[in-house]
């Protein structure tokens, strides 16, 4: 649709990736990954400003070098198109913290516990992504047509959403738990932050390791929405990746600085159905009218500022 000048030289996905590496080694060894304690508001308030930070700081980097390089009227382009698609990614993670969250108290998981769980989630997610990412981008540059089919997807996803927004689904009914459950030797109790454990010379599998496996799970079925809905905004695959990984980086810290008051921003799946909706419909209008980056970032943040709002506006009222 638009975008196809793809401005991601080797050294620049060479130089991303191994940021990225670097800022998991350190959230890994140094930052406490390895120690078990759980986030506190202002720890993930801070790493939630640190993340979003990184993410401007970079894309004022790629406007700053693309200006020098390839013209004024590009770096504005893809600037705006990395922060559509970072907002875009941003806001549909917030869906990843309510499951998230369903998934932790189904299993009773204290909350020591569940940031290793998450640093390993986020990793999964990462590598899944960037596979994702890789053949979406593939199959737009050979069949333009896939996009329209985003955006029918998108369209029913948006749909299914606004209908299934009040319903909280059965993690026992889980078809991958249960197979799990089937195949796997599971233990009846946690192992503090241990996946697997040896019992009396037999090797078990515990309850945080099914944890994991329902968190990846999750991020798989979520981006099923969110990278065509990104292909909406851009098909650049460099803009895409990062913007999705800077998403995906800032998730965990998201998670624990909503995870106590989550219940308060209850409408806000009204408010991401809509923008899944208005992304499809924007691709499937596309042959006959295109609507600018500029105008899709100021819809998009509407519909998620209107949500937020009006949910703090019904809590406010039912605790009155």
Known sequence: MNSAISIGEPWMWGAFIAFVLVMLALDLFVFGGSKA????????ASWSLVWVSMALLFNAGLWWYLSGTVGQEIADRKALEFLTGYLIEKSLSVDNVFIFLL?????????????????????GAIMLRAIMILAGAWLVREFSWVLYMFGAFLIVTGIRMLVMAEKTPDMEKNPVLKFARRHLRISDEHHGEKFTVLKNGVFYFTPLFLVLILIEVSDLVFALDSIPAIFAITTDPFIVFTSNIFAIMGLRALYFLLADVADRFHLLKYGLAMVLTFIGAKMLVAPWYHVPVAASLAIVAV??????????????????
């Open 37 to 44: 304690h759980k986030v506190s508001i202002k720890e993930a």
């Open 103 to 123: 998934i932790f108290s189904s299993f009773h998981v204290p909350a020591e516990y569940q940031r290793r769980v998450l640093i390993y989630g986020v990793l």
């Open 303 to 320: 519909l998620i500022s209107a949500s937020v709002v009006a949910s703090l506006i019904a809590t406010r009222k039912e605790s009155l």
